[in-house]
């Protein structure tokens, strides 16, 4: 990853408030995620399956 990538992310992460583990930990869970299903594309998930893999908020099923 480029510098200008990384400074980008971080200049985001900091204007949203997250400490600097908290983009790490969500990079880690798209690419885990990601992982799960064949494709190359399909298996990248929403930001809301991001935060219900992570535990953030609550999955809910009817």
Do not use: H, W
Not at 21 to 32: F, L, Q, T
Not at 45 to 52: A, C, E, F, G, L
């Amino acid at each position: 990853m480029s510098v200008s990538k990384i400074s980008c992310s971080c200049s985001y992460s900091s204007r949203k408030g997250y400490v600097p583990s908290y983009p790490e930990e969500i990079a880690n869970a798209v690419g885990a995620m990601a992982t799960l299903v064949r494709g190359d594309m399909e298996g990248f998930p929403t930001r809301s399956q991001v935060n219900q893999f992570m535990g953030k908020t609550d999955i809910i099923d009817r």
